[in-house]
């Protein structure tokens, strides 16, 4: 795939290029947000999307923005960011966070037929594994009130900002704390539905979820 990396201006330091980690950045996070114009007005969107191969899906309903937006060729601008731990300076200009980011830049194609199935099904098991199988396929009406806007990966950007505090040299040695605050994604136990059959077991999947 010929890929168009996007410029990056603030901190160019931790811009990425290589595609093995834009791809594990994009395969461990399941909500972006979505950037398009409506009548001249810019509007952000949070929803789910997965990774495909050469292109991000976005989910969402038939009459989102959205897919209004691709419908009309609007531009789309895609941001998914990891939050992996706050950086505790010895100044509050120095004090950021570390996170790892994939801004993509392009144009939609809404999704019709066996691709759009098959892109809804991509959904169900990029949000958790395995849970495919148990579940019944949808019905004719939910697929025409879904939409899935497909988005190709390349014109991307992606930085990656990791460490300990980069504090002045005049600020160490005064006493005060500094260092990381690591946050990581985690899952609680599952919890029932109030309507769920008697002696339904919870499956493996959800009680070994994790995002990798």
Do not use: Q
Request: with cysteine; aromatic share 4%; net charge negative.
């Amino acid at each position: 795939m010929a890929r168009t990396p996007a410029t990056i201006r603030r901190l160019p330091e931790k811009s990425v290029e290589d595609r093995a980690v834009i791809d594990a950045i994009l395969d461990e996070g399941f909500v972006c947000h979505v950037a398009y114009l409506i009548d001249g007005r810019p509007v952000v969107i949070p929803t789910l999307y997965v990774r495909d191969g050469d292109s991000c899906l976005l989910h969402g309903s038939t009459a989102s923005g959205i897919a209004a937006a691709a419908r009309r060729g609007s531009p789309l601008s895609i941001a998914v960011t990891l939050v992996d731990g706050l950086v505790v300076a010895r100044s509050g200009f120095e004090s950021s966070v570390n996170y790892r980011s994939v801004v993509i830049h392009g144009h939609g194609t809404v999704l019709s037929g066996d691709a759009h199935a098959r892109a809804l099904d991509l959904m169900v098991e990029g949000l958790i594994p395995g849970r495919l199988a148990d579940i019944r396929s949808p019905t004719d009406i939910e697929l025409r009130k879904t939409t899935v806007v497909s988005v190709p990966l390349d014109t991307i950007s992606a930085k990656v900002s990791a460490g300990p505090p980069e504090d002045d040299i005049a600020d160490i040695g005064t006493g005060v704390w500094a260092g990381v605050v690591p946050m990581t994604t985690t899952y609680g136990d599952p919890e029932p539905s109030p309507d769920l059959e008697p002696n339904v077991e919870v499956p493996d999947y959800l009680t070994t979820l994790e995002r990798s």
